[in-house]
């Protein structure tokens, strides 16, 4: 068991007075290294993951930062509770699980030593569909570092809450980035070549929908079992409105790349990407118009919901919103 509180990064925001004034606002962090991962299970209480094993969490609504230290240097790529005590950390090929809010955490390995032969897992993506059944994406990778290279799709299947994992066997050998549920029949994945997988079975078949593009998917969300967005590489932005039978292209105002989506109620949904992109809709994804963060560094997570928002990214860039 690991995870104790070993240093405070307190964080105030650049512009006195701004949680009073609507839009976003940046705060000082000393992070050495990326953010990737943002999740708030509450207004209070958050949590920021990256590079070199960085993970905090504040229970304060960001204005003070707890670093726990979980004795790894793998980047961390997601963090993500499921309910206030059960969370979820993913780090190159390990797999950590707290069971009481985050004050202590175990590092689980969820495959078998030879399972994936000569190649290693790397896990992208973790998300919940209830309280049993969880899931893990990402990719199987052959050599190391720059050298490295995909050899095959991963996804890994949890039915005890995480305790024990089992491979889904997937009939593509691409990369796969991030997965979402609604509801526990329906799930999504995104990746590589323009690959959204779908699922109505729980998560134990996958089938690949026409979504007429080649870029990279990075991100996807859906409101309901029906209409879901999905982003990625040089702007892309589709749209479905019947669980993915069908995508279609939407106009977007950047050709950066696009590596999160996050709707905060029906109508309202925010984009984070490169170069300090940050895109508004409020009219349930049909049109995007750019926001304006105030940062040119590139943004990988957001986390948005009706009454706070906060996105991060390149150099421990944190971002709060304030409606």
Known sequence: MRGVFVSICLVLSIAAGAAAQSGWRGFDCDVDGDLVGVYFQSSDRGWVAGDNGYLASTRDGGKTWSRVDLNIADDINEVYFRNDKDGYVVAGRKLFVTRDGGQTWQDIRPYRTGEFG??????????????????????????SGDDAVVVDSLLMRTEDGGDTWRRVLLPFKLELFSIFFRGNSHGWIVGDDGTVLASRDEGLTW????????????????????NGVAVGKNGTIIQTTNGGDSWWPIQSPVRESLMRVSFADDKN???????GTILRTRDRGKSWERSLPGTNNHLYGIFMDKKFGWAVGAAGTLLRFYP
């Not at 992208?124 to 052959?142: M, P």
């Not at 089938?207 to 029906?226: A, H, S, W």
């Not at 949904?269 to 170069?275: L, M, Y």
């Open 118 to 143: 000569s190649g290693t897992p790397e896990f992208l993506s973790v998300k919940f569909s209830d309280k049993r059944r969880g899931y893990i994406i990402g990719s199987v990778l052959r050599g």
């Open 269 to 275: 949904g925010w984009i984070a990407g490169h170069r």
């Open 207 to 226: 089938t690949r929908q026409n979504t007429g593009t080649k870029e990279p998917l990075y991100g996807v969300d859906f409101r309901d079992q029906k």
